[in-house]
Nanobody, 122 residues
Framework: QVQLVESGGGLVQAGGSLRLSCAASRRIFSFHAMGWYRQAPGKQRELVADITNLGRTNYADSVRGRFTISGDNAKNTVYLQMNSLEPEDTAVYYC????????????????WGQGTQVTVSS
């Protein structure tokens, strides 16, 4: 088993920046993609950005050009740099590991972090 631990959330004014980190609790054998999702009160969880094991990135239209996802395989960590934050970005942000195999003997599985709150004030 592995835990995904997010950090870096907080309160920021509109126009400000935050950097989220998601660290795996142990070294991962392989994964298909790592991503960030968010869920605002009363809304469904939505994809913010993800990055494949080949380094291909994908962004929601609402954050493209403002957010950047990156990964450090040596540290088993994925980051989300969020710039030009807007009140509409307020949500709980969740880290996701898709198709993750902790060891070579594991089947691919989907893992979630516990979430980190991001609040953007106007």
């Amino acid at each position: 088993q592995v835990q995904l631990v997010e950090s870096g959330g907080g309160l920021v004014q509109a126009g400000g920046s935050l950097r989220l980190s998601c660290a795996a609790s142990r070294r991962i054998f392989s994964f298909h993609a790592m991503g960030w999702y968010r869920q605002a009160p009363g809304k469904q969880r939505e994809l913010v950005a993800d990055i494949t094991n080949l380094g291909r990135t994908n962004y929601a239209d609402s954050v493209r050009g403002r957010f950047t996802i990156s990964g450090d395989n040596a540290k088993n960590t994925v980051y989300l740099q969020m710039n030009s934050l807007e009140p509409e970005d307020t949500a709980v942000y969740y880290c996701n590991g898709d198709g993750m195999r902790v060891t070579a003997w594991d089947l691919p599985n989907n893992y979630w972090g516990q979430g980190t709150q991001v609040t953007v004030s106007s």
